[in-house]
């Protein structure tokens, strides 16, 4: 599976949604075989701005969210895993998240839009997993989206997780 889209706000940024099943090396490859085996699929998001330098709107959070809802729920046997960018600032960063890590912040801020998201939606047993890995300089976080038949493979790609990129 690839998938790509373009979400454009208003101010004319423009940020590129990708969903792949195609392997990135983030999770080991025995790992994908054994899940991949039992008939579910592991989706990677890349999410990446490729035009503009405003913050990203309400209503591009708000497309975002939604285009990545509606793959999930539309496919009934998907894990979706995401690593959050840690490389690009976050212009809106208040002062009030001084000592938060830029990935920590986006961290937090997927979360809180999928509680507001699967709330809304009256959308149950499905479980926002959020790894935080000890770097050597800095916390990673990674984020695994199963519903609750899945969990056990959700579990095991945390696990491994930690195995692999822990310090």
Do not use: W
Not at 39 to 46: A, L, P, R
Not at 52 to 71: C, F, K, N, R
Not at 84 to 99: E, L, N, Q, W, Y
Not at 115 to 122: G, I, L, Q, S, Y
């Amino acid at each position: 599976m690839k998938e790509v889209y373009v979400i454009q706000s208003g101010s004319g940024d423009e940020y590129k949604l990708e969903f792949t099943t195609e392997r990135s090396g983030m999770i080991a490859a025995e790992l994908l075989d054994q899940i991949n085996s039992e008939g579910i699929d592991v989706v990677e998001i890349g999410l990446g701005r490729t035009k503009g330098t405003a913050s990203v709107s309400p209503l591009a959070l708000a497309q975002i969210e939604q285009i990545i809802a509606d793959m999930f729920l539309s496919h009934s046997n998907v894990i979706i895993s995401f690593f959050c960018d840690f490389i690009h600032t976050v212009p809106a960063m208040s002062k009030r998240k001084k000592g938060m890590t830029v990935q920590q912040y986006r961290s937090q801020l997927f979360s809180r839009m999928f509680e507001r998201f699967t709330t809304h939606h009256h959308i149950g047993n499905v479980h926002n997993r959020v790894v935080a890995i000890q770097g050597v300089a800095e916390p990673y976080f990674f984020h695994i989206i199963s519903r609750e038949e899945h969990l056990k493979y959700a579990d095991a790609i945390a696990d491994a997780h930690h195995k692999d990129f822990d310090k």
